[in-house]
């Protein structure tokens, strides 16, 4: 592959997130024959191709000057390939990438990405949580009442929870999860793939006590599990959703849309609307 020769375009590489074995060889393949590489910053991007055992050609694209700097990245994919690289793991996972790659397509330009290492789908492997369905938050907002709003809205989903955190952050994000979702089963991953990785598993009020005067140190992704099984449905819940089916519906056709949304015996559901219409 020394000889390669890349199309114009551009470029998504993923990067190692803590171990430089993780560099797959089409990702440095790509990084040493691009024209140019974005980065989000030149002094951790320049370890990995001290890795390489090359300079690289780095131009920096972070959220302080992407506006300014994507034009003329988007105006050098017609003749030159552009990669695109974050810190570490995958870039446009909480990162403001997804801008460029959207304006490329805008342009017409080849978009084509070089998978690798990602911290969010890593810790899931680590957390021992259902893994069939899982919402990803990004970071949770740093003030009180923002936070607990931004759980408030996520707390119904039935899907693993995913996000991202700081070290000193962490035993106050584990404390508002608690008092969001409930004690569930959660896991603290941290320091993937390096030397003193580990993933601490337990309810959350248990890990937010056990960080509370510990706050660890590296990159940190906090795995929540999902909500249990509902309640079954009441017969005052048959009442309240006949009611406002009934206001759309034939008695019939209300009772099956309840039996249906709710579990609830239709046959039952369809002698309650008729009682409720007379």
Same mark, same amino acid.
Request: proline letters at 10%; glycine letters at 8%; charged letters at 20%.
């Given at each position: 592959m020394d000889d390669l020769i890349l199309s114009p375009g551009l470029y998504i590489v993923a990067t190692p997130i803590g171990n430089l074995g993780d560099l797959t060889p089409r990702a440095a393949q790509i990084l040493m024959?691009? $024209?140019?590489?974005?980065?989000?910053?030149? +002094?951790?991007?320049?370890?990995?191709?001290?890795?390489l055992g090359t300079r690289g050609k780095m131009l920096p694209y972070h959220d302080h000057n992407a506006d300014a700097v994507r034009p003329g990245l988007i105006a050098r994919m017609a003749s030159e390939a552009v990669a695109l690289v974050s810190d570490a793991g995958t870039p446009l996972i909480s990162d403001p990438g997804f801008k460029l790659v959207r304006d490329a @397509?805008?342009?017409?330009?080849?978009?084509?990405?070089?998978? !690798?290492?990602?911290?969010?789908?890593?810790?899931?492997?680590l957390a021992g949580l259902p893994t069939d369905r899982f919402f990803f938050l990004g970071?949770?907002?740093?003030?009180?009442?923002?936070r607990a709003e931004a759980i408030a809205e996520v707390a119904a989903i039935r899907a693993t929870l995913v996000l991202y955190e700081s070290g000193p952050r962490l035993a106050a994000c584990l404390?508002?999860?608690?008092? !969001?979702?409930?004690? +569930?089963?959660?896991?603290?991953? @941290?320091?993937?793939?390096? @030397?003193?990785?580990e993933c601490v598993t337990g309810t959350l009020h248990e890990l937010a006590a056990r960080y509370a005067d510990?706050?660890?140190? !590296?990159?940190?992704?906090?795995?929540?599990?999902?909500?249990?099984?509902?309640?079954?449905?009441?017969?005052? $819940? !048959? $009442?309240?959703?006949?009611?406002?089916?009934?206001?759309?519906?034939?008695?019939a056709k209300a009772a099956g849309e309840v039996a249906k949304k709710l579990g609830l015996d239709r046959k039952a559901l369809y002698a309650r609307a008729m009682a409720l219409k007379t």
């Open positions: 024959k691009a $024209d140019v590489v974005a980065v989000e910053d030149s +002094r951790v991007t320049a370890g990995l191709f001290r890795h @397509r805008a342009a017409g330009h080849v978009v084509t990405t070089i998978p !690798g290492p990602c911290a969010a789908i890593a810790a899931l492997t970071f949770l907002p740093a003030k009180q009442q923002a404390a508002a999860l608690a008092e !969001g979702l409930g004690n +569930r089963e959660a896991a603290v991953a @941290r320091e993937i793939t390096k @030397r003193f990785e510990a706050p660890p140190r !590296g990159e940190i992704v906090v795995v929540v599990a999902p909500p249990g099984e509902a309640p079954p449905a009441s017969v005052e $819940d !048959g $009442d309240v959703a006949l009611a406002e089916a009934l206001t759309r519906l034939p008695p």
